[in-house]
């Protein structure tokens, strides 16, 4: 499911800020990125994000940006001095003695700029932690407003398949009359109204009339969409709406194949498009 969340964490010689992005992916797929005084936490706050989360492509970062007063980068002055001789004496061979030049390039130089590893911090990383829930709250919160769209469009969707159905309701007795109308008018132009024998045609006709009928798939299609829109209320229904649609979707094609009608196939298909509208923003929904 997409979502985001950000929040910042202004402490004495540095700025930490904290990230979650995620997009959708039917499981939980957790990426995460923290600074290394912070990596003996990392189980910690992976088993969190796994709880809260609970599905999505999810990426999760922790930046931090030392301010100058905080900065522990220190000068290795042995080193600079040995490479900065070295260059120097290059430069003049070449005729080429630019002072400003070889400063530049030397504190480029391999480890001439040593960084102090920074120990982990039990009040500092207190703190942290504070921003990272704040962070998932906010992440929570986008999943929240999203979700109630989602919710919205899926009431909608569900609604025209069901206007849909109505439809159907009006349409299936004048197809069985049609279905009788169509029988008679065979028979009468292939074998003659005279030889008819009315017992064996009422016969008959209920075998196509029980062939045709599409009273259960309307009455259980009905019942299923009541049903997805009721699971909607439930927490963490994402799968259980998706069998759902699967059932919608087996009615409405037994519809379209017993109905043999082509103003009801043509309902059918449209439907069908709601259907899979449903389905496409099925894979947002947790």
Known sequence: MTGFGKAVCELPQKKVTVEIRSLNSRQLDLNMRMPSQY??????????????????????????ETSAEGSNSLINTTLFQAYYKEMERIAASVG??????????????????????QEFDETEWAQVSVTIKQAVESFNNFRETEGKVLASEFEQRIGLILAKLAEIHVLDPQRISAVRERLQKALHENVGGDKIDQNRFEQELIYYLEKFDITEEKLRLQTHCEYFLQTMNEASSGRKLGFITQE??????????????????KIVVQMKDELEKIKEQLLNVL
């Open 39 to 64: 990596r003996e936490k990392e189980a910690e706050v992976r088993s969190e994000l796994s709880r809260t989360t609970e599905r999505g492509k999810v990426d999760f970062s922790v930046y931090s």
């Open 248 to 265: 919608i979707g087996r009615e409405i094609n037994t519809i379209g194949s017993k109905a043999n009608d082509a103003a009801i196939q």
């Open 96 to 117: 080429q003695p630019n002072h400003a030049d070889i400063l530049q390039i030397v504190m480029r130089m391999p480890d001439v700029m040593k960084q102090e590893r």
